[in-house]
């Protein structure tokens, strides 16, 4: 038989850590969709590339930031924080890697 486990805990998952890790995925598809739409016109991407480009990075640096502010919460879980952490991270990161091989 299984052994079952219970957690009595009022401990809850941060806010700003879920939307973080929101702000995280809808910046990671911005970001696919805008190099996807510069691959399929072999670079000649008009303003709508940009735009998701910058969308992308907006929301990314927003994510951090909220990522930030849900770590500052006592006694929560910090799981969406981490995450949001990460990829926010990881894609501001890769932005500043894609406009410094722009220039």
Same mark, same amino acid.
């Given at each position: 038989?299984?052994? /079952? !486990? =219970?957690?009595?805990?009022?401990?809850?998952?941060?806010?700003?850590?879920?939307?973080?890790? +929101? $702000?995280?995925? *809808?910046?990671?598809?911005?970001?696919?969709?805008?190099?996807?739409? *510069?691959?399929?016109?072999?670079?000649? %991407? /008009? !303003?709508? *590339?940009? +735009?998701?480009? #910058? $969308?992308?990075?907006? *929301?990314?640096? +927003?994510?951090?930031?909220? %990522?930030?502010?849900?770590? /500052?919460? @006592? @006694?929560?879980? =910090?799981?969406?924080?981490?995450?949001?952490?990460?990829?926010?991270?990881? #894609?501001?990161?890769?932005?500043? #890697?894609?406009?410094?091989?722009?220039?």
């Amino acid at each position: 038989m299984k052994k /079952r !486990s =219970y957690k009595f805990t009022d401990k809850k998952h941060t806010k700003q850590g879920i939307c973080s890790t +929101l $702000l995280g995925l *809808a910046a990671l598809i911005l970001l696919s969709v805008g190099v996807g739409m *510069a691959y399929q016109t072999f670079g000649n %991407a /008009r !303003s709508m *590339a940009g +735009l998701l480009g #910058l $969308l992308s990075m907006l *929301a990314s640096v +927003l994510g951090f930031v909220l %990522a930030i502010q849900g770590f /500052r919460e @006592d @006694d929560v879980y =910090y799981l969406f924080s981490q995450i949001g952490m990460i990829v926010n991270g990881s #894609l501001f990161i890769l932005w500043t #890697l894609i406009f410094v091989a722009g220039m």
